[in-house]
């Protein structure tokens, strides 16, 4: 063990409490990355210079009613991928916990396909291209990442691997999972990933959509997010403990880069397809 260890902060994970009310900070940062995501995506559909032709997508009105659809697509998606993808057993053995997300467990993947099928709803209701809502969407997606990941440091989970870096941690919750390592010094992987999911690629994408107008190919944005999520995350990986005995642990690779497979090919398969778009002639 590293005697220098920094210790790891006493957060209480509950923010604000009123009575039998408990407002976690984990709840909290879902409340921070959609509200500011919502008012982010207003500020770039009211920005004409950013779209083609200077028309944004849809008017104003209708943020709205894409917050609702995203808010249900990422909570539902969220909970339900966590469930399936990370501890079906578990749940299938009681499965009135399904229910339990004060009890935490929510997944990015499965908030992603959630979210995709909400903004598919969404975009087919109101007559509005896809595209160009999933590239509003996901250009605003870093900021909720970035708050969700200092959630997960402040509750202590989702730490990372033994190491004797200067800057490792001890994190309590691990004493639960691995008694017999512990104490240990980890990886304070959750900053990792708060940096290079949430500020990095949020930075990169708004490049994108401020300098080199990828908002006026429909596609472009969904793609380098996918991409840039799939790096971020598969990076994060090599440092954060592994979900344990997850049947897709195979060899060095954890589940959480083999989940972000498919999301890297269906980054690269956009981003081909915007480039098709804006240039005819190679196609």
């Known amino acids: 063990m590293n005697l220098l260890a920094i210790p790891f902060p006493d957060f209480d994970p509950v923010a604000l409490s009123v009575g039998p009310l408990s407002i976690k900070w984990y709840g909290l940062s879902y409340l921070a990355g959609l509200i500011i995501g919502w008012v982010y995506i207003r500020r770039l559909l009211g920005t004409p210079e950013l779209w083609r032709n200077q028309t944004a997508p849809f008017g104003l009105a209708k943020v709205d009613d894409l917050l609702l659809y995203v808010t249900l697509g990422v909570v539902l998606g969220g909970r339900l991928g966590y469930v399936f993808l990370y501890e079906p057993s578990a749940y299938l053995a009681a499965p009135s ?53 200092l959630a997960n440091f402040i509750n202590g989970e989702l730490f990372g691997r033994v190491t004797d870096v200067p800057w490792a941690m001890v994190f309590p919750h691990a004493a ?108």
């Open 97 to 149: 916990d399904i229910l339990a997300v004060w009890k935490g467990g929510m997944s990015f993947h499965g908030a992603f396909v959630g979210s995709a099928f909400a903004i598919w709803l969404f975009a087919r209701r109101n007559g509005v291209s896809m595209l160009s809502t999933t590239d509003l969407c996901t250009a605003a997606v870093p900021i909720g990442l970035f708050f969700g990941r």
């Open 176 to 283: 639960l999972m691995y008694p017999d390592v512990e104490p240990a010094t980890r990886h304070p992987s959750q900053l990792y990933e708060a940096a290079l999911e949430g500020l990095v690629l949020f930075v990169i994408l708004r490049l994108m959509t401020h300098v080199f107008g990828a908002l006026k190919s429909p596609g472009l944005v969904t793609g380098a997010f996918l991409v840039g999520y799939a790096f971020a995350r598969g990076f994060s990986e090599i440092y954060r403990e592994p979900h344990a005995v997850h049947f897709l642990n195979i060899g060095p690779f954890t589940a959480g880069q083999v989940y972000c497979l498919p999301m890297l090919a269906l980054g690269l398969y956009f981003i081909w397809r915007a480039r098709q778009e804006a240039n005819p002639a190679t196609r």
